[in-house]
């Protein structure tokens, strides 16, 4: 019977060696590949809503450069450390909720004020009928209907898109908490937060539903 020399079980062990150091080496880029891949979005049907986007990224500030100096408002008005100067600032936007208009103002009026509700505050699908009359009786609806009202009649080269993304921009200092969370959601479902159609709007209404978080039900102004 052949005797297995010294070297050659030290061969055979310095390859069992290697082939482990390889597995584990395999193992250690796998890993990292999949970390990779979440971190990059990859695993965006799991939304998990955590760290991807602080209240500061979406909180509008400033004086709104169109019709801010003309309304006397600011964005930095509504805050939650300010409540006086929050209500303030919702009825100087109230002011203009019973603005008649034109026709063809009011078509565009409702197909505006038709794509936003105030589903923080009531259950309304959106903060009008289909004929263009009020249906939710809340201060962020009166303000939101005000503005809409306002830069149709001021401002009407402005875009029906570009007036949605301004209600949404209220809407989400009305309520900061719920939007930060929202947020979050929508990002990590690969959608972009920072655009106010698709954080405020009835676009994704709802999909921040069966999350949760301390500050959802932060609101900002009377309801």
Same mark, same amino acid.
Request: a negative charge; glycine letters at 12%.
């Given at each position: 019977?052949?005797?297995?020399?010294?070297? $050659?079980? *030290?061969?055979?062990?310095?390859?069992?060696?290697?082939?482990?150091?390889?597995?584990?080496?395999? =193992?250690?880029?796998?890993?990292?590949?999949?970390?990779?891949?979440?971190?990059?979005?990859?695993?965006?049907?799991?939304?998990?809503? +955590?760290?991807?986007?602080?209240?500061?990224?979406? =909180?509008?500030?400033?004086?709104?450069?169109?019709? @801010? !100096?003309?309304?006397? +408002?600011?964005? !930095?008005?509504?805050?939650?450390?300010?409540?006086?100067?929050? !209500?303030?600032? =919702?009825?100087?936007?109230?002011?203009?909720?019973?603005?008649?208009?034109? &026709?063809?103002?009011?078509?565009?009026? =409702?197909?505006?004020?038709?794509?936003?509700?105030?589903?923080?505050?009531?259950?309304? *699908?959106?903060?009008?009928?289909?004929?263009? &009359?009020?249906?939710?009786?809340?201060?962020?609806?009166?303000?939101?209907?005000?503005?809409?009202?306002?830069?149709?009649?001021?401002?009407?080269?402005?875009? $029906?898109?570009?007036?949605?993304?301004?209600? @949404?921009?209220?809407? +989400?200092?009305?309520?900061?908490?719920?939007?930060?969370?929202?947020?979050?959601?929508?990002?990590?479902?690969?959608?972009?937060?920072? !655009?106010?159609?698709?954080?405020?709007?009835?676009?994704?209404?709802?999909?921040?539903?069966?999350?949760?978080?301390?500050?959802?039900?932060?609101?900002?102004?009377?309801?």
């Amino acid at each position: 019977m052949k005797t297995q020399s010294h070297a $050659d079980k *030290n061969n055979e062990n310095t390859i069992t060696i290697d082939w482990n150091f390889t597995a584990q080496l395999i =193992i250690i880029g796998v890993l990292l590949v999949l970390i990779g891949y979440n971190l990059a979005g990859g695993g965006k049907g799991i939304a998990t809503g +955590v760290g991807t986007v602080s209240a500061s990224e979406i =909180i509008p500030s400033g004086v709104p450069a169109i019709y @801010g !100096d003309s309304l006397g +408002v600011s964005y !930095d008005d509504v805050s939650p450390s300010n409540p006086r100067l929050a !209500d303030a600032t =919702i009825a100087k936007l109230t002011e203009y909720e019973d603005t008649d208009l034109t &026709e063809s103002e009011m078509k565009r009026y =409702i197909a505006i004020a038709g794509s936003i509700s105030c589903e923080y505050c009531c259950g309304a *699908n959106s903060i009008i009928f289909s004929n263009g &009359e009020r249906a939710c009786g809340c201060a962020h609806s009166f303000a939101m209907r005000g503005l809409a009202k306002y830069l149709l009649r001021n401002n009407p080269e402005m875009t $029906d898109v570009q007036i949605l993304e301004e209600l @949404g921009k209220w809407k +989400v200092l009305f309520f900061p908490g719920i939007h930060e969370q929202k947020a979050q959601v929508l990002e990590a479902n690969g959608i972009d937060s920072k !655009d106010y159609v698709n954080l405020a709007s009835n676009k994704y209404r709802g999909i921040e539903k069966g999350q949760s978080s301390g500050e959802a039900g932060q609101m900002v102004g009377g309801c």
